[in-house]
């Protein structure tokens, strides 16, 4: 009974941690748009730059239209941003080795936003147990040969993952209330308890 | 077309009667009438109209109606030439050629059907010099003794256009988009523009508005892109062509409108605060998934500082702080909680925090007015003087006069 009277109702759960969700993607967002500020600015790059060239980041771009189901949402974002925890990593490593050694304080701001797109990436993880669904399959591509890679590419590719992470947010934020607004109308979880109170 | 005053009196021949047939050279043989305004020195009356006295010979008479008619269709069946429009530059020297006729033929020009001056003819080529918008109109060009008509064209004088001004803003985001474009200044000839709009590889389609006509819309057919859309507005007229460019990222464009509805009023039995109230732009598609927050400014009139107040979520405010009694300006702007900019202000509302009502003064007077019988509100006559007890009642002296009163009579006392 007491267990009863303290347990969240279902719903409710799912629409606290997607509030939650989306304000850490709104967080990064914000710390996203920081640091591209910087980026550009020590890279000496402009933002008008066309990084077409530059594959292998994942893009928030999705069609207009298109409904996704709950689990397709979720499972696109999740897997986005494994995927640039990845990236970050990577994009840090550069920074560190090749392109602005000395810039300790650039760096960590990198750090922070690696730290939470992993915490995003969680957030995720559990949202989608939550609501039943099995997490997808994550097959971290085999990492590119960074010698391959000019200096100038590497900064290119630096400012291309920083964009689509901060596009990324943004549809994050869309897809988690279109998954909050879903869990309100359905009442109750997949596979969830039914709703005691 | 017009019959000049000069073809006119050639037409009549003025030495002519109008006897019967008469031949012209150049047109077909017909009847020419008299000039109404000579007079028959005779009777007095112009020969062409005849009252009293002698009738006028009918047979005369309608040869000259026929013959007008038939003039008039043959000037008609001219007119038909082509007329051309020509597009000249402000400030150009402007040739106009009469069609095929010889560079030494004698032709009159008119313009807008008055003859110009011959000192405007080189030969029998119209010039202009330094052309300006008071020059456009109709010219035409006519055989000098038959008045054929030779070449008429219509000049419009003009500008090539200047680079044109290209906005592109989305205020209904997921929706799509709408570009609008105008010219910095007028060219006053016909312009035509055409859009095109990039997306990487992909062309959109952009839908021309009925109203205004200077905008199209673009449906979004994706969205959270990175890929930058680049537009391009080309303006060309018979002058010249001109052209610009623009490229922004899906987020930047997007500026919802103002919040409609926007209401405040005040809050009963609290003198410094007012409720405001407002709704989503109608244009905004989808708050729910895209939710608006709002700014909301406010001030006393009499003030020109204005207070800010940033909301994220909810569509009312209470403003806590109002100056009790006066009169306050508010306006709220919204925006997407993540992307774009604030939209515009909202249409500005006015409001007064609540007053108390003024209540009745109650004084030892007014008590004694209302227990004495017989007696009301009483303005004393202006020879009573305040200090007459006897005539002042139910009014606040009275207790000025008698403490005077006494007084005196403690006064009195004492020196007695």
């Known amino acids: 009974m007491m267990a009863s009277a303290e347990q969240s109702p279902v719903p409710l759960q799912h629409r606290n941690v997607c509030s939650r969700v989306i304000l850490l993607a709104r967080k990064i967002r914000s710390d996203v748009a920081s640091l591209l500020e910087s980026y550009v600015e020590r890279q000496g790059l402009d933002r008008t730059i066309s990084l077409d060239s530059v594959d292998g980041v994942p893009a928030a771009a999705m069609e207009q239209g298109g409904e996704l189901t709950v689990a397709e949402r979720l499972g696109a974002n999740l897997q986005a941003y494994r995927a640039f925890q990845v990236l970050l990593g990577e994009v840090l490593e550069e920074q560190r080795s090749h392109l602005t050694p000395l810039d300790t304080d650039f760096h960590a701001s990198i750090q922070s936003v690696l730290l939470q797109v992993a915490a995003l990436a969680y957030q995720l993880e559990e949202l989608l147990a939550l609501l039943g669904h099995g997490r997808p399959v994550w097959e971290a591509a085999g990492p590119e040969d960074p010698a391959r890679r000019s200096l100038f590419e590497m900064k290119l590719r630096g400012l291309k993952v920083l964009q689509e992470l901060a596009h990324w947010t943004v549809r994050s934020v869309r897809d988690l209330r279109q998954v909050a607004k879903h869990s309100q109308g359905s009442g109750t979880a997949h596979g969830g308890q039914a709703q005691k109170e | 077309m017009r019959l000049t005053p000069k073809m006119f009196q ?153 680079e044109p001004v290209l906005m592109c803003r989305s205020n209904n985001y997921p929706k799509g988009f709408y570009c609008s474009w105008h010219l910095p200044s007028p060219t006053y000839i016909p312009n035509a523009f055409n859009i095109t709009i990039m997306h990487g590889p992909r062309e959109l389609i952009c839908e021309k508005d009925a109203f205004p006509k200077n905008r199209c819309h673009i449906r979004y057919l994706q969205l959270f892109s990175t890929v930058k859309y680049k537009v391009t507005l080309t303006v060309t007229n018979a002058l010249g062509r001109n052209a610009t460019t623009i490229t922004f990222d899906e987020f930047a464009i997007v500026k919802p409108d103002p919040p409609e509805n926007v209401v405040a009023k005040p809050v009963s039995n609290n003198p410094r605060r007012l409720e405001v109230r407002w709704q989503n732009p109608s244009s905004w598609p989808d708050p729910e998934s895209f939710p608006l927050k709002f700014f909301l400014r406010y001030r006393p009139l009499i003030l020109d500082q204005w207070q800010h107040v940033e909301l994220s979520d909810g569509t009312s405010h209470t403003i806590t702080d109002a100056y009790a009694g006066k009169e306050y300006i508010i306006q709220v702007a919204a925006k997407d909680n993540d992307i774009g900019t604030w939209s515009d202000w909202s249409v500005a509302v006015h409001a007064t925090p609540w007053t108390e009502e003024p209540k009745h003064l109650t004084t030892e007077a007014q008590v004694a007015e209302t227990t004495t019988t017989g007696t009301s509100s009483f303005v004393p006559p202006p020879t009573t003087k305040i200090c007459d007890l006897e005539a002042v009642v139910g009014s606040g002296a009275v207790t000025v006069s008698w403490a005077e009163g006494l007084v005196l009579a403690a006064v009195g006392v004492l020196f007695i």
């Open chain 2, 10 to 162: 050639t037409l009549l021949g003025r030495e002519e009667q109008c006897k019967g047939t008469k031949e012209i050279p150049g047109l077909p043989r017909q009847v020419v009438w008299r000039n109404p305004e000579e007079f028959d020195e005779k009777s007095g009356t112009p020969l062409g109209i005849q009252t009293g006295g002698k009738m006028a010979n009918p047979v005369p008479s309608a040869c000259c109606v026929v013959l007008a008619a038939v003039v008039m269709v043959y000037a008609q069946r001219h007119s038909q030439l082509d007329t051309h429009v020509q597009y000249e530059r402000l400030g150009a020297d402007v040739t106009m050629q009469c069609g095929p006729m010889d560079w030494d033929a004698a032709v009159t020009w008119t313009a807008n059907g008055t003859d110009i001056d011959e000192s405007h003819l080189n030969g029998s080529r119209l010039v202009l010099r330094n052309v300006d918008l008071t020059h456009s109109g109709q010219y035409a060009c006519y055989e000098g003794s038959s008045w054929h008509l030779k070449y008429q064209t219509y000049l419009k004088v003009g500008t090539s256009p200047k």
